[in-house]
């Protein structure tokens, strides 16, 4: 029995590249996801990158509602595509997965952090407050170790900016 089914769930490295539908042909959402492997003894590298597409509607929803950092949660299936080299002298192949399935989940707290500088998202007094879902304690030693951003959320804190994110 032959089978092809990928399930993954990371982190988008990028925005995803998004192509409109044109001229019959449906849209499309192309993007790379981050996702963690169990860690190695060799300190070798601990995450995998995939690129990942999808097509119609999902890659509409796909560009609508993620961004770079945001988790999602894929089932798909493995295909191997090439493309004829920039030089002309051949063929590259590579891997991708064709998203037949997409759930978005939370945005990172490295989201939620570049939101409340720029005063959208979670109100920057409640990141202050170290009401950061996820690890407070990280989020503690980020400030700790990044006086100019402390600086920005306490700039933001005061003028009250907050945007639902």
Request: hydrophobic share 35%; net charge positive; glycine share 10%.
């Amino acid at each position: 029995m032959d089978v092809n089914n990928v399930v993954l769930t990371g982190r988008l490295a990028d925005h995803v590249r998004y192509y409109p539908e044109k001229g019959g042909v449906s849209s499309r959402a192309v993007g790379r996801l981050i996702v963690n492997r169990p860690p190695s003894s060799n300190g070798g590298s601990n995450y995998d990158t995939f690129q990942i597409v999808a097509w119609g509607k999902k890659a509409d929803a796909m560009a609508k509602w993620t961004h770079k950092g945001k988790e999602l949660s894929v089932v798909g299936s493995l295909r191997t595509n090439n493309k004829p080299r920039a030089n002309g002298t051949g063929w590259d192949n590579y891997t991708e997965i064709l998203v037949r399935e997409q759930s978005f989940g939370r945005d990172s707290n490295q989201r939620k952090l570049q939101l409340a500088v720029k005063g959208k998202g979670d109100s920057a007094s409640a990141l202050l407050a170290g009401n950061l879902p996820g690890s407070s304690k990280a989020f503690a030693q980020l400030l700790k170790e990044n006086p100019e951003l402390r600086e920005k959320l306490e700039q933001a804190a005061a003028k009250g900016k907050k945007v639902a994110g």
